[in-house]
């Protein structure tokens, strides 16, 4: 693995790929600068027709409001969407960390049946861990029990 990526750098093919990536971004950063003085344009274009029809007071107004609303809309969407966003990061910092845990337990084990306690250096902690998770548990249940009584 680490072979390829020297052999790649040393190659110019990050270069080539970096240069290409640059490329991309400008041009995406071109068509959205002309899309956004496009909807400008119609913004404008829509603000002209309004206010030939309902005159200029009231099609400022109406913009004004209707841009307002559509702000406020989308803050609304976003604070409501904020907790299924913390929730989702959650659980991938949850998974992570026991593919971490996971993984550097089945890197050890190895080292560990082969020495000196074999079996016991790795039964001993399960078993605490094991005891420690049926406490907690019942520590909680006997503290939402005193919550529910009073």
Same mark, same amino acid.
């Given at each position: #693995?680490?072979?390829?990526? %020297? !052999?790649?750098?040393?190659?110019?093919? +990050?270069?080539? $790929? #970096?240069?290409?990536?640059? +490329?991309?971004?400008?041009?995406? *950063?071109? !068509?959205?600068?002309?899309?956004?003085?496009?909807?400008? &344009?119609?913004?404008?274009?829509?603000?002209?027709? +309004?206010?030939?029809?309902?005159?200029?007071?009231?099609?400022?107004? *109406? &913009?004004?409001? *209707? &841009?307002?609303?559509?702000?406020?809309?989308?803050?609304?969407? &976003?604070?409501?969407?904020?907790?299924?966003?913390?929730?989702?990061?959650?659980?991938?910092?949850? $998974?992570? #960390?026991?593919?971490? *845990? %996971? +993984?550097?337990?089945?890197?050890?084990?190895? =080292?560990?049946?082969?020495?000196?306690?074999?079996?016991?250096?790795?039964?001993?902690? =399960?078993? =605490?861990?094991? !005891?420690? =998770? %049926?406490?907690?548990?019942?520590?909680?249940?006997?503290?939402?029990?005193?919550?529910?009584?009073?």
């Amino acid at each position: #693995m680490l072979a390829s990526l %020297i !052999a790649g750098l040393a190659s110019g093919e +990050t270069v080539a $790929a #970096m240069r290409r990536a640059r +490329t991309a971004a400008i041009v995406y *950063g071109l !068509a959205i600068s002309v899309a956004l003085c496009g909807l400008g &344009f119609l913004v404008g274009a829509a603000y002209i027709w +309004t206010a030939s029809r309902y005159g200029s007071l009231a099609a400022a107004l *109406g &913009f004004g409001a *209707g &841009f307002l609303l559509l702000a406020g809309l989308i803050l609304l969407v &976003f604070q409501i969407s904020a907790g299924s966003r913390a929730r989702r990061r959650a659980q991938q910092r949850n $998974a992570d #960390m026991k593919a971490i *845990g %996971i +993984t550097a337990a089945l890197a050890v084990l190895p =080292a560990l049946l082969k020495g000196k306690g074999g079996l016991g250096v790795i039964l001993g902690p =399960a078993v =605490a861990l094991a !005891a420690y =998770a %049926i406490y907690r548990e019942n520590v909680k249940s006997d503290d939402s029990e005193e919550g529910e009584r009073k």
